[in-house]
């Protein structure tokens, strides 16, 4: 099919399909006027039966808990994924000197003192706002996604102001790979708690503690933390990977050489 | 008349959807291709997160308000939530396949690559 046919054809399609949409939507209520009684009800279930002030929090790690772990389980597989496609096939004998960047074939322009500063200025800020969010989720806007894309910024902002071996000295591989593994286990892990004491999966097993402190909400903040631990950990593999595929290739000529 | 004015906000998400249609049938380039699906995609957020809206609504964390309190609505917000973090991941892999697809072929143009088939 020529692009042009397949233009006029998209046309129609498009055509069709937004129609459709937009009859769907003038079904809708007006903008802004939604009635729906769910939201005030899993408002007050949050607030008052799991102690959760943020209701955000309590749908994904409580109400629907269980789709969200389906989905971490699309982000699991997809970062697999990734790292199943950018493997090296290719061995470098020492991954150190690999690490350089060698695809330039030329000394690397080290970063530049405005960019290491800042960059080490924001390191700390960051792994402080990252925890900070991961643990306030059942309190305020934030929890285990937010905080975990936070905290997997940090090796980003020391691989900008260093190299790529100082990114796998604060981050090696092998503990974050394990890191998130564990973490999506303990997910489950949680859930059959529960199951064990004759509970629904994923039901609250902890104490709730007081509505407002950093200690309540029971499992809602201990889901929210192994997430966060499996978010962060996800991204970081995904940044090593796509680090690993644009700086530790070896130019055709060299290799099988050390 | 009044219908298109009260609901013309979703329209919004109707044309960011067209938008990453467009892209994706016309697209020279697959990296443009995948940026293409993110927009596509980022239809849902819009029409998620209007959905849920409610006039006067504050965010819905009583953390420092009285329970009752008018507040825009919370499910949907979380299903936005999630979209967001797995959409980021599905980049990744398809960028991932885009890396391949260069180093194997050489291309990155999708009807070059038809024309390679066979």
Known sequence: MSPRTRRILFYFGAAGLVTILAWGVLGLPAYGQYQGPYGDLVSYAAVQSRHATDVVSAVNFDIRAIDTLGEEFILFTSVMGVVLLLRKRVEPKDVDEAAADVATGREKEPPSNAVRLLCLGLVGVSVLFGLYIVTHGQLTPGGGFQGGVVLATVPLLVYLAADVRVLHQIAPRKLVDAGEALAAGAFIGLGLVAVALQEPFLTNFLPLGTTGRIDSSGTIMAISIVTGIEVGGAFVVLLSSFLAETLERIPEEHRGEP | ?118
């Open chain 2, 1 to 118: 008349m009044t219908a298109l004015v009260t609901h013309l906000p979703f329209f919004v998400a109707i044309w960011v959807l067209a938008c990453g249609l467009y892209g994706i049938i016309t697209s020279k380039n697959l990296v443009h291709l995948v940026v293409c699906v993110a927009v596509l995609q980022s239809s849902t957020y819009v029409l998620l997160v209007l959905v849920g809206f409610r006039e006067g609504g504050a965010a819905p964390v009583f953390y420092d308000l009285p329970l009752g309190t008018l507040v825009v609505d919370p499910i949907v917000q979380a299903l936005m939530l999630t979209d967001v973090v797995v959409e980021a991941t599905v980049m990744a892999l398809l960028l991932a396949m885009v890396v391949r697809v260069y180093e194997r072929t050489g291309v990155l143009d999708p009807d070059a690559l038809l024309r390679l088939r066979g």
